[in-house]
DNA sequence: TTTTAATGTAATCTC
DNA sequence: GAGATTACATTAAT
């Protein structure tokens, strides 16, 4: 199935990364460690002309208030559409703000929420796009969240399922009930 | 939750699966109405044991371990074990098992191996069979496995391609450059 | 620390 | 093979 790399690959592998544009979010089998020459010095990176822009919507809003805001504060002899531009057009602006914004901020759920979406979860652990967009209007939440809580729950029933299998597995065997 | 050995029937093998797996890996069959009770339960979906077998050549192996520990266990008489190997060695068990034993394990590339393979697909989205076996050899892959990782290659370099596009198209919008 | 929302991508399924 | 979807491994926020 997979290589256990040798010495000499594992040296080969940081050349090539030293050389080659760097492929981003790669999970070795083996322990990854915290610390590599090539994290340090930042040479497990993705090289930025093949960098594919992440999709990030949620982003947008927070750039045009930053945008906005750095309206405001300007005081340059820019319109107000002229400098916005300039800023949602720089890429080093939006990137820069990649970096902070990052992920998708993390939706805390209220407890009603989680309520029915654990009561649709207990008869139906794959509710299609009709039933989730319906229950994104009633819960006022995106589709898509709806669809990632699912898939997350979905996750965990089988994380504790393995547990419990594991538990009966062992009584099995060790015969010590 | 306590299922007596005696219980290792045939319905009970299909109450267990949705116990101890509980995923119904069903998908949504188009053109019905939107919001029936059914639907919504999820009752309206195809029968899982109604569906024709997946073919899991490595649930094989892992099957059969399970069996042969599960003989080895079992001692004389009919006693729990014994029951529990029988129902493992039944057609019916071994398509359940199968099922939901999934799919293959998710390979985890190195980052040698990606770094040629993304280097390969910079030159040739699409590889023939001669250079996805030559890649299996030098980078110890099933050639489906190479052929798997292109194809999702292309899915993502499409979806890049439209993402960006969007962004384009927005900018357009908000004001050209 | 634990739980779980979010992410990226390998694998699967339908066509 | 494309497109859509799901599972899985992992990261990171709470």
Same mark, same amino acid.
């Given at each position: 199935?997979? #290589?256990?790399?040798?010495?000499?690959?594992k040296?080969?592998?940081?050349?090539?990364a030293?050389?080659?544009?760097?492929? +981003?979010?790669?999970?070795?089998?083996?322990? +990854?460690? +915290?610390?590599t020459?090539?994290?340090i010095?930042? =040479?497990? /990176?993705?090289d /930025?002309?093949t960098?594919?822009?992440?999709?990030?919507?949620?982003?947008?809003? =927070?750039?045009?208030q930053? @945008?906005?805001?750095?309206?405001s504060?300007?005081?340059?002899g820019m319109?107000?559409?002229?400098? %916005?531009?300039? !800023?949602?057009?720089t890429?080093? @602006?939006?990137q820069?703000l990649?970096?902070?914004i990052? %992920?998708?901020?993390?939706?805390?759920?209220?407890r =009603?929420?989680?309520?029915?979406?654990?009561?649709?979860f207990?008869? *139906?652990?794959?509710?299609? #796009?009709?039933?989730?967009?319906?229950?994104a +209007?009633?819960?006022?939440?995106?589709?898509? %969240?709806? !669809?990632?809580?699912? /898939? *997350? %729950?979905?996750?965990?029933?089988?994380r504790?399922?393995?547990?419990?299998?594991? =538990?009966?597995?062992k009584?099995?065997f060790v015969?010590?009930?």
């Amino acid at each position: 199935m997979s #290589i256990m790399p040798t010495t000499f690959n594992k040296i080969a592998e940081i050349n090539m990364a030293s050389l080659v544009y760097g492929v +981003k979010e790669v999970r070795p089998i083996d322990g +990854k460690p +915290k610390f590599t020459i090539d994290r340090i010095l930042g =040479l497990d /990176q993705e090289d /930025q002309h093949t960098r594919i822009k992440p999709y990030r919507p949620w982003a947008d809003s =927070l750039l045009a208030q930053v @945008c906005v805001i750095s309206k405001s504060a300007g005081a340059s002899g820019m319109n107000y559409n002229e400098e %916005r531009t300039t !800023q949602l057009s720089t890429d080093s @602006c939006r990137q820069t703000l990649n970096w902070y914004i990052g %992920r998708r901020p993390r939706t805390a759920f209220t407890r =009603l929420q989680i309520e029915i979406l654990e009561s649709i979860f207990q008869v *139906n652990y794959y509710p299609g #796009i009709d039933v989730r967009e319906e229950l994104a +209007k009633q819960l006022h939440l995106d589709e898509d %969240r709806i !669809q990632i809580w699912f /898939q *997350n %729950r979905r996750a965990k029933l089988k994380r504790s399922h393995r547990e419990s299998q594991f =538990l009966m597995v062992k009584k099995v065997f060790v015969k010590d009930d």
